[in-house]
């Protein structure tokens, strides 16, 4: 009897949950699901970046109603730090309202559906739960009268913490921003900006008028199609951007056209149909020709600027309106202050030499390194498809020559047609060539195996290489150790399935599905390691050159862990049985990328990478997952904990809702 008491006061439910609908007009209905919440607990808000614990609604589709607008929050907000997540995060304690507006569009309806909530106090999390719901309205009455709306209870909507989260949004994304100027595929479009607006005899003032128009429509652009994409496409139109062989593809050609016209070859001018309508509409302003240039810049610069916006992208899909539109706006503002700057003012530039001389050694000299970062879009195409094309020994050997001709021309020993004669080379040129031979020097040993880790966002992975000294020397030890007859490794149970064309980094052995890695932690009694990763992912690249690297790392996750690595942009198509409909979208994933990356929205409402979750094989989360840190004894101490909690049994939440 004291046993089953004891058992009985273990049972916790710190929300109870009641329902009403409350009448607005002649067939609109408010539902309003009341949380009553008890102290120390606290019921998190929609607006979080996890799911769970983040509270989700799901209305079963039917066509006697639609819904109005999305799920509003009454009551008073909190975002502060939240010790369970170690990040800030929204939630609600004592009370909290959540009310959904729906139209009807028959005689009755009956709405149906579930919401899942998780609540915790500052020392634990309880399971997130699911809960079914239905609500049984009245029939339309024919009067087109409206009724008076009814105030739900005592509370009010409290927007203090929406502002104050809507401004922290705003600065990450100013950030981001910023950041993404220095990425490879933007900061060479800048002088692509600056030459078309430097256009000799016409008015100054036009000029300007362009170059607010030119930055405007950036802004534009990437706050309206991007939300838009969002809500229509969902989180993977980013993805899609980022590795389709389409989209780089002709990125690569793009910057092979800008490289061959900055070496002299030809000037890129507009299309002819393109410059008439610009020219009939000159009295206008002739805003066309700043309109596609941000276009341009836009569908080029998006393939590395994707895993910027693509939390912003998946809170848009997710229901959000106005957040994103805020994050897209700060985003877009800074990333195109910089252009628009320069636009404005091209007398910055225009100071140099307009032909020969400075300017157009620059032009050169961009040219070169134009061609070697335009290699990167069609390396990205070649791992996502498996074509074998670049892999890392020819990648490298393109840009050792690459940079070794552009020393010789800064050194003045390769000329072009534009090119003035100089009678000596200047201090800035002598060192710039010093810099660019101490580059390829860096790289040759790439060539058999080093790791070259300061490039290791840019290069493609490392088990690409045919002659790789490093695995050679780790065969030889398995060799000499007598591990190297065994049929499989000891760090997996079978063989892993797509290993034909995926293979992780440091000789590291382990799975590229979710069910054979889950088998295999049970069998081994081992957590799980999951690395959501992608083929175009350069922060993934880094993360396993500057971290995965350090011994202390490896020897965590060779005998810790079974690591399961999910490419979420692989273009594999799946045989028919093994497709999935999306819990998400709705839609049919039939390829291995498209599989995995539904998983990780699905699972854990993110779709960045790299994204690094660690678990046991009942699907229970043991510590907060972790994005991109290049700090090693962070990684570490998240692997420690991660298998502290394992051997413990403490684990966070389970993905699959137990």
């Known amino acids: 009897m004291f046993v089953g008491v004891s058992l009985s006061a273990q049972i916790l439910n710190p929300v109870k949950w009641s329902f009403s609908s409350k009448k607005l007009t002649n067939n609109e209905y408010e539902l309003?699901?009341?949380?009553?919440?008890?102290?120390?607990?606290?019921?998190?808000?929609?607006?979080?970046?996890?799911?769970?614990?983040?509270?989700?609604?799901?209305?079963?589709?039917?066509?006697?109603?639609?819904?109005?607008?999305?799920?509003?929050e009454i009551g008073h907000v909190i975002q502060e730090y939240d010790k369970n997540f170690k990040m800030e995060l929204k939630y609600y304690s004592d009370s909290v309202s959540f009310v959904q507006k729906v139209k009807l569009t028959a005689a009755g309806a009956t709405v149906k559906g579930s919401f899942n909530?998780?609540?915790?106090?500052?020392?634990?999390?309880?399971?997130?739960?699911?809960?079914?719901?239905?609500?049984?309205?009245?029939?339309?009455?024919?009067?087109t009268q409206a009724a008076s709306t009814t105030v739900i209870g005592k509370d009010k909507i409290d927007i203090g913490g929406s502002k104050k989260g809507l401004w922290g949004f705003f600065i990450l994304?100013?950030?981001?921003?910023?950041?993404?100027?220095?990425?490879?595929?933007?900061f060479p479009m800048i002088p692509m900006t600056v030459s078309f607006f430097m256009k000799e005899g016409e008015e100054k003032s036009k000029g300007k008028f362009q170059a607010l128009l030119y930055g405007l429509s950036i802004i534009v652009i990437y706050t309206f199609i991007g939300s838009v994409l969002a809500v229509i496409a969902g989180p993977n139109i980013a993805n899609w951007l980022s590795t389709a062989w389409l989209p780089n593809v002709l990125f690569f050609l793009i910057f092979v056209v800008f490289a061959l016209s900055f070496f002299g070859m030809f000037e890129i001018t507009m299309p002819h149909w393109l410059v008439n309508s610009s020219d009939q509409k000159a009295d206008k302003g002739g805003f066309l020709g700043?309109?596609?240039?941000?276009?341009t810049l836009v569908l080029v610069s998006f393939s590395c600027t994707g895993p910027i916006v693509g939390t912003i992208l998946v809170t848009s899909a997710g229901g959000a309106v106005l957040k994103p539109i805020v994050g897209m706006l700060g985003f877009s503002m800074a990333f195109a202050l910089p252009f628009t700057l320069f636009a404005f003012f091209p007398s910055w530039l225009t100071s140099l030499p307009k032909?020969?001389?400075?300017?157009?050694?620059?032009?050169?000299?961009?040219?070169?390194?134009?061609l070697a970062l335009g290699l990167k879009f069609l390396s990205i195409a070649d791992q996502t498809y498996h074509w074998h094309i670049l892999d890392r020994e020819v990648y490298l050997a393109l840009w050792i020559v690459i940079f070794f001709l552009m020393g010789l021309y800064l050194l003045g020993k390769l000329k072009f047609a534009l090119d003035s004669d100089s009678p000596f080379i200047s201090v800035p040129r002598l060192l710039l060539a010093i810099i660019t031979f101490s580059f390829v020097v860096y790289m040759i040993p790439g060539m058999f195996g080093a790791p070259l880790k300061a490039l290791a966002g840019y290069l493609p992975p490392q088990n690409t290489l045919d002659f790789d000294m490093n695995k050679i020397v780790r065969e030889n030890v398995k060799a000499f150790s007598g591990t190297a007859g065994h049929a499989l490794p000891?760090?997996?149970?079978?063989?892993?399935?797509?290993?034909?064309?995926?293979?992780?980094?440091?000789?590291?052995?382990?799975?590229?599905?979710?069910?054979?890695?889950?088998?295999?932690?049970?069998?081994?009694h081992k957590p799980i390691f999951i690395d959501f990763t992608g083929h175009g992912c350069v922060n993934c690249r880094e993360m396993e050159a500057n971290v995965w690297s350090d011994p202390q790392v490896l020897k965590r996750l060779r005998n810790d862990y079974v690591i399961?690595?999910?490419?979420?942009?692989?273009?594999?198509?799946?045989?028919?049985?093994?497709?999935?409909?999306?819990?998400?979208?709705?839609?049919?994933k039939r390829t291995l990328g498209k599989k995995d990356a539904d998983f990780q929205i699905t699972k854990f409402g993110v779709n960045a990478q790299p994204f690094y979750v660690l678990m046991n094989a009942k699907g229970e989360v043991l510590v907060q997952p972790k994005a991109y840190d290049l700090n090693v004894d962070h990684f570490i101490h998240f692997l420690d904990q991660g298998l502290k909690n394992f051997k413990s049994g403490k684990g966070l939440f389970n993905i699959n809702g137990k």
Not at 173 to 186: D, N
Not at 355 to 370: C, I
Not at 572 to 588: A, H, N, Q, V
Request: aromatic share 14%; hydrophobic share 40%; charged share 20%.
């Open 32 to 72: 309003v699901f009341k949380a009553a919440i008890d102290t120390p607990w606290h019921l998190y808000s929609q607006d979080i970046p996890m799911a769970p614990p983040a509270t989700t609604f799901h209305f079963k589709k039917d066509s006697s109603y639609q819904l109005m607008d999305t799920v509003m």
């Open 117 to 143: 909530f998780m609540t915790c106090d500052d020392s634990q999390c309880l399971p997130p739960q699911d809960v079914d719901f239905s609500f049984n309205l009245g029939k339309v009455i024919a009067s």
């Open 173 to 186: 994304a100013v950030l981001g921003g910023f950041l993404a100027i220095l990425t490879p595929c933007v």
């Open 290 to 295: 700043p309109i596609f240039m941000a276009m």
């Open 355 to 370: 032909s020969g001389g400075w300017l157009n050694s620059v032009k050169v000299v961009l040219g070169f390194l134009e």
């Open 490 to 524: 000891k760090e997996i149970c079978a063989t892993p399935k797509y290993h034909e064309f995926l293979d992780l980094p440091h000789g590291l052995e382990g799975y590229f599905d979710y069910d054979q890695a889950v088998a295999c932690a049970k069998k081994q």
């Open 564 to 588: 399961l690595a999910l490419y979420v942009d692989d273009k594999y198509e799946l045989p028919k049985d093994e497709w999935i409909r999306s819990t998400y979208d709705g839609k049919m």
